[in-house]
């Protein structure tokens, strides 16, 4: 219920503008972000793979509206995967990046103009139905998806010459299909393009299995994480519990795969199904993945021991989705938050 309302009043465009504006704000967002731009970047990839953990970079953005922007996406991914070549940082995909399909055109249509309605970055909770205007057009919408499409392969060719390559973030579930026929068609031509999964998706154990057949699509890199968004209950497991055995369920058919998992969570409990699962597999077949500033210690105990752990590491301005979707994990962060933009008692 509190989360519930929280996320509700994250939403609006008046509380927005407030919270971008505050220090509170600021200062979580220091947390979970590296800076504004690719030198914050460059900077925190410099020192964490001193620490010896991989990483993956995300310029931060989503939904966006024009195909100016879109484009500008991919030209900021690709200037730093030359920054990060040449500092030496992306040899045998040591540094990577990720990328949002709407950040680089999926919602546009047909002339650049926004065919749909850009979606809220807050959902509704978890089991509303979903009552935006519904996208089921962008499947059918060929230009969105060839648009960012275009753009991402730019990513992953600068990816490529780089000597490093690109995943593929998953956003809502209407843009699941797009993002995997993206992510399957870019695969023919850079076989390192990475898919992402959400185990809080219904159809991602039959996803999984297809990814993880021999020969269908090679044996392609997939990250699993459990899925950041608001979906309808037609479409997603809403109950924790649920969305822990969906995981493990996809994270075992992975392991018995050919491909290369990338396990993102840092739930202490599916961490050791992975590390059990792993033991039959070659070593340096699959790899952890945690969020920058979340685990931090979990991380370094991971690479200790030997195993490949990847932090997925956001930069840029435009970081209030993310960081709301962080504090939706965490309600009683953004309790505070709000409650600092409205003291109660205060004048
Ligand atoms: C590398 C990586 C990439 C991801 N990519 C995507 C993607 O492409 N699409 C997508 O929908 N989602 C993505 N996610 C987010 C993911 O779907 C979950 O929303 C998020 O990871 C929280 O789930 P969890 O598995 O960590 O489990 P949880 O049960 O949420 O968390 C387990 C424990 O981790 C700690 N923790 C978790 N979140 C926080 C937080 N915000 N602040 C502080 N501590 C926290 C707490 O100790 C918590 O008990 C990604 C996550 C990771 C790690």
Known sequence: MLRRALLAAAASDQIRGLLTGTQAARAIVARYVAGDNASDAVRVARDLRAAGLLVTLDYLGEDTTDALRAAAVAAEYVTLLE??????L??????????????????????GANGVAPRSIIRPPRGVPDEEPSVSGLQESESGEKIARENIE??????????????????????????LRIAARLRERYPGVGSVVQASLRRTE???????????D??????????????????????????DKSFARCLRVLMEGPGYPMIATH????????AALGLSREPGSFEYQMLYGIRSDEQARLAASGARVRVYVPYGGDWY???VRRLAERPASLGLLLRSLYPLGGT
Do not use: M, Q, W
């Open 154 to 179: 730019r990513i992953a060719a600068a990816a490529d010459s780089a000597g490093t390559t690109v995943t593929i973030d998953a956003e809502d579930h209407r843009t699941t299909d797009a993002s």
């Open 321 to 323: 989705g993310y960081l």
């Open 267 to 274: 739930a202490p409990r599916l961490v050791r199904i992975a």
């Open 90 to 111: 992306t040899a045998d995909g040591a540094v990577e990046v990720s990328v949002k399909p709407t950040a680089v055109g999926l919602l546009l249509s047909p002339g």
């Open 83 to 88: 920054k990060l070549h040449a500092e030496g």
């Open 218 to 243: 090679g044996a392609p890199r997939v990250r699993l994480c459990k899925g950041a968004y608001n979906e309808p209950v037609s479409e997603a497991f809403t109950d924790a519990h649920e969305i």
């Open 206 to 216: 039959t996803d999984v299995r297809a990814l993880a057949a021999p020969g269908t």
